[in-house]
Nanobody, 121 residues
Framework: VPLQACGGGLVQAGGSLRLSCAAS????????MGWFRQAPGKEREFVAA????????YYADSVKGRFTISRDNAKNTVYLQMNSLKPEDTAVYYC???????????????WGQGTQVTVSS
C-alpha cells in the first residue's frame, strides 16, 4: 500500500499541526495504520495507531491527550491532529500500515516517506 505523508512544517510551541497520510489502492480499509516519529540521533518511536475500522486507537504516553489519530476510509487517508506541540515533538513523522494496529515499528510492512515537524520554543 503506497503511502504519502504530508502536513509537516514549522510551528511554535503550543501550536497545532495536522498530518495526513494518503494511501493509494482500494484496500486501505483492510489495513490498520500507525504514526511513528524519529528525531535526530534517536530511535524511531511509536506515536499512535488506529484499527482498520477506526474503532480502536492507541497512543504513546508522551502524546496522549495532545494528539488524535483518525481515518477516513472513503478518502483512503489517515490523520494525526497534533495540539499543544512541544519542542520535544520535533522529528520526522512517518505513517505506516499493517494488518493489525501495533506499537512496534517492526510490525509494520509499508511506510510513507516521512514529513518533518519542527516545534520552536
Amino acid at each position: 500500500v503506497p503511502l504519502q505523508a504530508c502536513g509537516g512544517g514549522l510551528v511554535q510551541a503550543g501550536g497545532s499541526l495536522r498530518l495526513s497520510c494518503a494511501a493509494s489502492g482500494r484496500t486501505f480499509s483492510s489495513y490498520a495504520m500507525g504514526w511513528f516519529r524519529q528525531a535526530p540521533g534517536k530511535e524511531r518511536e511509536f506515536v499512535a495507531a488506529i484499527s482498520r475500522s477506526g474503532g480502536s486507537t492507541y497512543y504513546a504516553d508522551s502524546v496522549k491527550g495532545r494528539f488524535t489519530i483518525s481515518r477516513d476510509n472513503a478518502k483512503n487517508t489517515v490523520y494525526l491532529q497534533m495540539n499543544s506541540l512541544k519542542p520535544e515533538d520535533t522529528a520526522v513523522y512517518y505513517c505506516a500500515s499493517d494488518l493489525v494496529a501495533g506499537t512496534s515499528s517492526g510490525e509494520y510492512d509499508y511506510w510513507g516517506q516521512g514529513t518533518q515537524v519542527t516545534v520552536s520554543s
